[in-house]
Structure formats: structure tokens, C-alpha cells
């Protein structure tokens, strides 16, 4: 499975490998999202949950394996997460991740590779959750930064030592714009890098009608005062391509990309060693379009591997030119990067795809370092036409809608 995918696995006594040297364990959460008490929590210190129904077994030769008797599990647990943490040092440095689950015979009935871990310490690998009667395997990969206590906290274990996370006081908004210079994004930037091939019309970032393409909304940047402002840089191709942006700020930026083609398209960021590091695009959509996030980073290029079958273009933003969220409906099509400056909101989105939708929230206030972004919070994390009610708090707030092939709508309901 790919990040995100999930699918139904047999009610029966399940067990799940949990390879790569990691330290499993696991959770089993309510409809709430959060354990009932510390016997929710499955782990090397307590192994067995009270029901018998989840455990761990020990492991060898880096596979840590767990037992989820998807049969004897209570009715008032929703979900179970295969937690995913290192001792020392980033997940990213780990070697070949993953969580596979088996059968009682031994067939294997579901497996997720992490193949995009960054600087995490502990990652909700696996989420195990009920639907129609049964119960489904989705492959999740969120990670966190600030290890095991931020992901116990954010699942309502109370960690001993160490107490609740502070509550970080919004950070008013300036009321005028950044003091750099705002740029005007269109028309773009001429082309660095690269000169672009001639031999087709250049790719518009437009998408099917009556999807509004994202460029055509003019970027607003006055409020926004997080990440660095700079013009855009544009370039063309065609098929396959390694594409290398010298002269960016570190940080956050949006990477907008468009096909023209009904082939595969992949985009990923390239580490220091030229290998794949973050799988920003996998979609078999024909004639692509999205705005994905990625992160600059300190020292050297933005370097991207990009798959496509026909001609593309590919630009890299500052995040001042995402689109805001208002009480204006906003439509589109494709992944897409959105910013909420104003108070605490209801977010609608509408979602009219029949793949995975999958929307982060990034929180900025009380976050100081521009050239990084926080831990998110997954918020959806489905397949299919959704409509889906979000509660957003006060803004700076990136949503991020990390997979959408498919059209949707989003507006907010202030309160």
C-alpha cells in the first residue's frame, strides 16, 4: 500500500510485523480518538492489554511483532495504531520500515513500506479501525517530531514526567504586509534553470471545467508574515526530469505542477545523497494539476525527481501565494496548499473524487523558526466522495490537502 491507501482485512486473530529495528506498540483509541487509561496503551513495559486481545511478542532479527485479535477487541474501542519509535536517532535513518499484517494460516493480508520518513523519532505507522462491520488496515505514516510524548499526548495518554504540553498563545498578525517586497505572480518569473522546449505550447495550470484552476486566483500576502517571499521560478519539460532550483530561501515553499498526459505522474524531493526522500505526487490522474508542500533545505538546492508521460511545468511558490480560506466557496481540483488567517472556524470541504483525500492541518502560532515547518495533524484520512466538517483554530494555519485526484469545495463557517 501506498501512504494513505487502506483495505479491508479478515475479522480474525491478526499478526503484524513491524520491521526495520523499530519499537512497536500500540494504542486502541474510542470513537474520541483517545485511550480510555494507561491500559489502552500496549507497549515493552506493558505488554498484554487487559482483554488479551492485543499484545506484544517479542521479536528478532529487527522485527518487533504484535498479536490483534480483531475478534476479542471491545466494542468501545474504534481504531488500533501500530506505533512505530526509534531509541536514537530519525526514523529516515532507519533501515527499510515497514508494517505487515498476517492471517492466522500465515497469508499475508496487508503491508505499508514507509518510504517518506523524515526527522521524526515516533510515527503512527498502521491505523486498525472498524468500518461496515468489519475492520480495515490504512497505511498512515504520520510522524512526530517531538517522539513518543507528543504522539502519547495527542492520543490522550497521560505521560508520566512529563506533563501536558503547553498551550502556546496565538501569535497576533501583523496588520499590514511582511516588509519585504510582495511580488506580483502574474505574469511568472522568466525561466531559470533550463530553457523551456519550444516544441509544444507551454502547459497552463488549469484544470477541467468548472474546476477554477488555482492560478487563476490571485494570491493575497498581506497578513501573512511566515516564510520567505521571493518571485517565482518556472520551468518546462517533457517525460522524465530531475529538476534543481538554486537561490531559495530555506523553508516551506509550494511546488505547483501541471501534466499534460493520461500517464503516470510521480514527483519526489531528492535528498543530499540524490536518493528519494519525500514522495510529494503518485497519481495515474490524467493531465494532473496540484500545489504540494515542500520544504528548502539549509544548505544546497530544492532538487526534485519528477515521472510524467508529456509535457509539464513545474513551479516553485513562496506560501504567500496560497489561496485563502474564506466564507467564499473555493473550488479546485487536485492537491492544494491553503492558508487561514482569520479566528477559530468550521471548515466544509466537499469532496467529489473517488480516491484518497487526505488534508493535514500545519498550527504556526507560537512557531518561530520560518525555515521549518511544525508537526501536522491529520485530520481526513478517507476514500471516496466526502463531506467532511472540520473545526479550525485561530490562524497563521496551513491545511494542506496532501492527496484530492478528484474535484472539491471548501469554505468557511466563522463562528
Known sequence: MIKGANAFVPTVPLRVAVRGGLEAMALLLTEQGTVRGDGDVVFHGAPV???????LTGGADGTAWLEADLTRIEAEIASVLVVGSTS??????????????????????????????????????????????GWKF??????????????????GVNVADAGPAPAPAPTPLPAQPPAAPVPHFAPPHPVKGPAPVQAYAPVPFAAPSPVTPPAAQPPVADRWSYGA??????WTGRDNDVISVDGLPPGPVIVELAVNGDGYTGLWLLDRRNKNKDNLVNSTEPDFRGRMLAEVPGKGPLR???????PWQVRVLPLAAARRLTAQKLECGGPDVLLHTAGPADLTIRYRGDDNLIVHLYELAGH???????????????????????????????????MADGPWRAQLKHL
Not at 497505511?139 to 492520543?155: C, E, F, I, P, T
Not at 526534485?304 to 508529456?310: F, Q, T
Open 229 to 234: 517571499v521571493f518571485e517565482p521560478y518556472t
Open 138 to 155: 490504512r497505511a498512515v505514516g504520520q510522524g512526530y517530531v517531538n517522539g513518543l510524548a507528543g504522539l502519547a499526548r495527542d492520543h
Open 88 to 133: 536514537g536517532g530519525a526514523i529516515r535513518d532507519v533501515a527499510g520500515p515497514s508494517v505487515e499484517a498476517f492471517a492466522p494460516d500465515g497469508t499475508p493480508v496487508a503491508r505499508y513500506d514507509v518510504t517518506d520518513a523524515g526527522g521524526e523519532t515516533a510515527m503512527v505507522l498502521v491505523e486498525l479501525y472498524r468500518r461496515a462491520g
Open 368 to 402: 518561530q523558526d520560518p525555515t521549518a515547518l511544525p508537526s501536522y495533524e491529520n485530520v481526513v484520512n478517507e476514500i471516496g466522495k466526502r463531506r467532511e466538517t472540520l473545526p479550525l483554530p485561530e490562524g497563521p494555519l496551513i491545511v494542506h490537502l496532501e
Open 49 to 55: 492489554h487487559p482483554t488479551n486481545a492485543v499484545r
Open 304 to 310: 526534485l525527481r519528477l515521472e510524467a508521460d508529456g
